[in-house]
């Protein structure tokens, strides 16, 4: 009989099935060791990589809210367009670095590769625009202007456009209503940079890389409620970058609008009749120079003067903000931003700075009062006024004899406020002042709010400058070796200007005050300093910070934060002293250097008490600067003009012309109430949006 196991087997086969089980058994040991040693040890480092590598998101970007005039008019909203985007990322992986792909998207949108090459380059301090100051990450935009036909060949030819995209995208509008371009108002938005991104990465509106941001204006101002929330879609992929699910997605939410005080059709008035006054002023003949006057830019601000909000502020050189949008052209960066563009970009009414000539006769005024002069009391308006060798000039060498303050306003005699400035200045202790000198000129001014910022709810204003002895020894110090250097005993004017600077610059010299008694001088203001100044003797004395805000409204319309006017306190005036200052302005309208401009051009006085004070500064190497403060019950406009002759010849016509519109006063001088542009209050305002707004202002009986 065989002794071979029934199994058929031999013992071999058996040791041989054993090792293998073993060793099946020991690798088994292994693999779950090293998954524990994952997936337990190391578990949550490996997710956390993971996560980080296999999560893309996709960012769908707000919708940014409107900017409305006082009637519900858009000034700032958004249109669908075709935008036309390259990702640098996606160019650069590339042999070429994306140059034959650039090349065939430049001959579908009908441009060069230059010029498509530039709208995707990245901004340094070394590159000149176009170029792109956004995150390099995301889609670049090179044209928000594709047509049907160009999105839809790239969309088609995909594999010939590997990293450029055509879609439709909400794209901000200027519209301009009635003309009114509200320029440096509303200001401009560009892309958002790396470094924002990281500044506001811990913050609770952190920036994503597809944003963009006010850069001037309104849209800086209000940006942060303008800018709403972008909407974020978080895809898991594979190591393929294949959609494998959905990770955790935020919300978008679009912006807030924003209802202003400014009225579209005033502000079109107030532009049209600020460059119409400028190019009338530049064919006038200047005799000083012997030149027609060049009348380079201006300004004009429209203000409600028992409220402080505005109704209109125009600055010329203006430009089109719509530039911007989609990424601006070389060539309209050089013409805004070129030594020929005299800056556009700047808005003058809260950035240009002048000397305010005689419409800051109120304020030496009221001082003269406060330092124990009477109002009523008798002056000598002479022909000239005198101090050493220096003879002082009044305006044309008029003589007007003895007369009050109020008539001094009226007719800007200069040689009466000389006499007032040069007075106090030697029982100051003159040249040597005492101890604690009162300074009543200076200090008012700074009591009336000149020398700092207003506080409008509009980046970037300047304080201007009240020429006081802190400033003088300030300036002094940061000036006197430059002065030593150039300076020259007996040389040019310049020359021996410096010269005397070097000595004794921190000096306030009678030659000072009296100059600055009459806004000339050292002394700068910016046009909505003064508004603020002319609006308060209109109402009473209460001079406001200026805004231009009026209403946040909510994405959804249930939701209105109304900016309320700020008191930014009073004039240092009594009332006796300020209804004899109001009176002596009316002055001005009906019988002094503003009379031809109304009482004597049909204006109705009695229905509508017109109060005015003409300005002419005189700037060094410079033709004279035209200034022009009025008020009446309802309204203060100020308006300048750089290099454009006198107040009432040049900037009267248009600030005339503004009156006339908001009152409806026709050629004849009669009202026609149909035609004023007064704004009245409405059971509604027009339509925002159709989802509440309009329900929810009525509400909350918000009027514009």
């Known amino acids: 009989m065989s002794n071979i196991p029934e199994t058929g087997r031999t013992p071999r086969v058996t040791i041989r099935l054993v090792a293998i089980q073993i060793l099946v058994f020991s690798l088994m040991l292994t693999l779950g060791g090293r998954l524990w040693y994952l997936q337990i040890r190391n578990g949550e480092e490996y997710a956390e990589k993971a996560a980080g590598n296999h999560v893309q998101q996709v960012v769908q970007p707000a919708v940014r809210g409107a900017i409305l ?3 519900g008019v858009p000034l700032a909203d958004n249109e669908t367009r075709l935008v036309v985007s390259a990702s640098r990322t996606e160019l650069m992986k590339m042999d070429d670095g994306g140059k034959a792909v650039l090349t065939r998207l430049a001959d579908v949108l009908d441009m060069t590769y230059k ?4 709208k995707i380059r990245l901004c340094d301090a070394e590159t000149p625009q176009p170029c792109w100051n956004g995150s390099p990450y995301q889609p670049i935009p090179v044209t928000d202007e594709a047509t049907t036909q160009q999105a839809l060949q790239i969309r088609e030819r995909q594999e010939d456009f590997p990293g450029i995209t ?3 995208v909400a794209v901000r509008r200027y519209p301009a209503p009635y003309g009114a371009r509200t320029a440096q108002v509303l200001g401009y938005l560009s892309p958002v940079t790396d470094e924002e991104i990281a500044q506001t990465k811990d913050t609770d509106s952190p920036l994503l890389s597809s944003d963009q941001i006010g850069r001037s204006g309104l849209e800086r101002q209000y940006d942060a409620a303008l800018r709403g929330d972008a909407g ?5 992929v594979d190591n393929l970058g294949r959609v494998i699910g959905e990770a955790e997605n935020d919300k978008g939410e679009p912006g807030s609008s924003l209802v202003t005080s400014i009225d579209a059709r005033v502000q079109a008035i107030a532009e049209k009749e600020l460059v119409k006054a400028m190019k009338e002023a530049r064919k006038q003949h200047d005799r000083n120079t012997n030149r027609n006057y060049e009348a380079d830019a201006g300004a004009v601000v429209v203000m409600e003067a028992r409220t402080g909000r505005i109704v209109a502020m125009a600055s010329a050189p203006d430009y089109d903000p719509n530039a911007w949008v989609g990424g601006i ?4 960066y050089a013409r805004l931003t070129g030594k020929k563009s005299n800056y556009p970009l700047l808005n003058r009414a809260i950035q240009g700075q002048a000397a305010p000539g005689s419409i800051f006769k109120v304020i030496p005024t009221a001082a003269a009062v406060k330092a124990g002069y009477d109002f009523d009391g008798r002056y000598n308006c002479s022909s000239s006024y005198s101090i050493g060798g220096q003879v002082f000039k009044n305006f044309e060498s008029q003589n007007h004899g003895m007369i009050d303050l109020g008539r001094a306003l009226e007719v800007s005699c200069d040689t009466v406020y000389y006499a007032l400035a040069h007075q106090e200045w030697k029982k100051d202790g003159g040249a040597k002042p005492k101890k604690n000198p009162d300074d009543w000129f200076y200090k008012m001014a700074h009591e009336f709010g000149l020398g700092k910022r207003t506080g409008i709810d509009l980046p970037n204003e300047v304080t201007g400058r009240v020429p006081d002895r802190k400033w003088k020894q300030e300036y002094w110090e940061a000036n006197k070796d430059a002065w030593c250097k150039y300076g020259k005993k ?3 004017y310049v020359e021996q200007i410096a010269y005397e600077n070097c000595l004794e610059g921190n000096r306030l010299r009678a030659g000072d005050s009296v100059n600055y008694s009459i806004g000339q001088g050292d002394t700068l203001v910016t046009p909505i300093q003064m508004a603020v100044v002319y609006a308060a003797l209109s109402n009473g004395g209460t001079m406001y910070e200026p805004t231009v805000g009026k209403a946040v409204i909510s994405p959804d319309g249930k939701s209105v934060e109304e900016i309320e006017p700020k008191k930014r306190g009073r004039l240092p005036m009594d009332a006796k002293t300020l209804h004899q200052t109001d009176k002596a302005l009316e002055g001005v309208a009906t019988r002094g250097t503003a009379a031809w401009r109304f009482a004597d051009t049909g204006w109705p006085q009695k229905e509508i008490p017109m109060h ?5 500064a005189e700037v060094y190497g410079k033709q004279t600067t035209s200034w022009f403060a009025t008020y009446t019950d309802e309204y203060a406009i100020v308006m300048t003009i750089s290099q454009g002759g006198t107040g009432s010849g040049a900037s009267g016509p248009a600030v005339r012309a503004i009156y006339d519109a908001l009152y409806g006063v026709g050629e004849d001088g009669k009202i026609d109430k149909k ?7 409405q059971k509604k305002l027009p339509g925002i949006n159709p989802d509440g707004t309009i329900e929810a202002l009525r509400q909350k009986g918000f009027k514009p």
């Open 69 to 71: 005039d006082a009637r």
């Open 115 to 118: 010029e498509v090459s530039e």
């Open 166 to 168: 055509a879609e439709p």
């Open 232 to 236: 974020v879609t978080r895809y898991k």
């Open 329 to 332: 052209s070389a060539k309209d």
């Open 490 to 492: 007996g040389g040019d």
């Open 612 to 616: 005015a004070k003409t300005g002419t």
């Open 675 to 681: 035609k004023a542009l007064l704004p009245k209050p």
